[in-house]
């Protein structure tokens, strides 16, 4: 798997990381299981700080997408897309109560809401 780092984005680069490593997981180029490089070989790749791949990898470990081993290195959890598919519903749900929040705004009926939804869908297919 290769990160693409950009450095002119307002993205901090640690969070670029962390984001293609979970894109990754959820394409399925990684899998349960698999190793991921190290931090000092991934910083060195990106040249970037091993202090902002940790960052990235904290973060990783705290979502429950990766753990370390002491002397063997750094992988992809077996229950890494149970832990993935939660945050995407809870970023769904987030998102939801933003419409929820837009559409009370606009004073538009949940017919209207519904109708809206149904219209998007259908151009998705």
């Known amino acids: 798997m290769q990160i ?4 002119n984005k307002n993205i901090p680069i640690y969070e670029q990381i962390t984001q293609q490593i ?6 399925g180029t990684l899998r349960p299981g698999d190793p991921i490089l190290s931090i000092r070989v991934l910083a ?3 040249g970037v700080s091993v202090i902002t791949v940790q960052r990235a990898y904290d973060e990783l470990t705290k979502a429950g997408l990766i753990e370390t081993l002491l002397a063997k290195g750094s ?4 229950d890494c897309n149970t832990h993935l598919q939660a945050e995407l519903y809870d970023q769904l749900q987030s998102s939801i109560d933003k419409v929820i929040h837009l559409a009370n ?3 538009l009926t949940k017919q209207q809401v519904v109708d809206l ?3 998007q869908m259908n151009d998705v297919e």
């Open 4 to 7: 693409i780092i950009y450095k």
């Open 22 to 27: 979970k894109d990754a997981i959820l394409t």
């Open 44 to 46: 060195k790749q990106l």
């Open 75 to 78: 992988y992809i959890t077996e």
């Open 105 to 107: 705004t606009l004073q």
């Open 117 to 119: 939804f149904q219209t």
